[in-house]
């Protein structure tokens, strides 16, 4: 999975707790994205990051945020989770952006339930 | 304006048989049209991409069509094996002049090739 891990990899949780999920890469890519994949949906864009810090919103980002501190760590947070929000949950990396649309690699994935 | 629709939603195909998968889109601006292969458990990997500027890539046993007008494109898998038995997403994006490549989704193919 090209260097890319996430963390936890099942995670089962009760409504209104926070949650945090992992990403961590080991390629040195600059952009990271967080998606989610549900059954009818595909994959829907949560947020991304064009570099350490910079960040912004995806298509469904209500109810999540992310921080990236560190080049290869991309957190993404659910401050009070919801059974809305019971999903896979995958990371994605590219090297570059939209000028030269280089390949996104995915991460295995987190499976999320909340009860 | 922004989705794209992927059909049909599963497939069932003999063995050495022809596989089709369809996605029509909206948005004109899209310049970069990816297929993604799923396996069960695993992250969606890039299996094959093309631009608006050709009507068609071949590699291996895997060939996208392009009709630019039609705003339509189609993945073909020649002599399907058991082995491509996953779920298929096409994708599209538009260029953002160096920002982030956002890709948009479609719903998933699920395929099942029949030895």
């Known amino acids: 999975d090209a260097g890319i891990t996430q963390s936890p990899r099942h995670k089962v949780t009760e409504t209104g707790t926070p949650v945090t999920l992992r990403c961590h890469q080991t390629e040195n890519h600059r952009y990271m994205y967080w998606y989610r994949q549900d059954p009818g949906h595909g994959l829907r864009l949560i947020h991304y990051?064009?570099?350490?810090?910079?960040?912004d919103k995806g298509e469904v980002s209500d109810g999540y945020s992310v921080s990236r501190s560190k080049t290869e760590d991309f957190l993404l947070t659910l401050e009070s989770a919801t059974s809305s929000q019971t999903s896979v949950y995958f990371c994605?990396?590219?090297?570059?952006?939209?000028?030269?649309?280089?390949?996104?690699?995915f991460g295995p994935g987190t499976r999320l339930t909340v009860l | 304006q922004q989705q794209v629709k992927q059909s049909p939603q599963s497939l069932i195909v003999q063995k050495g048989g022809i596989s089709i998968i369809n996605c029509a889109y909206e948005?004109?601006?899209?310049?970069?049209f990816p297929w993604y292969q799923q396996f069960p458990g695993k992250g969606p990997a890039l299996l094959i991409a093309?631009?608006?500027?050709?009507s068609e890539k071949k590699e291996g046993r895997f060939t996208i069509s392009f009709n630019k007008s039609a705003k339509q494109f189609s993945l073909h898998i020649m002599d399907s094996q058991p082995g491509d038995s996953a779920t298929y997403f096409c994708?599209?994006?538009?260029?953002?002049?160096?920002?982030?490549?956002?890709?948009?989704f479609g719903t998933g193919t699920l395929l099942a090739v029949q030895p």
């Open positions: 093309i631009r608006p500027d050709v």
């Open positions: 990051s064009y570099g350490v810090k910079d960040t």
């Open positions: 948005n004109t601006a899209f310049d970069y």
């Open positions: 994605a990396i590219s090297s570059a952006g939209g000028g030269s649309h280089n390949e996104q690699f």
């Open positions: 994708a599209a994006s538009k260029n953002y002049g160096g920002a982030t490549n956002k890709l948009i």
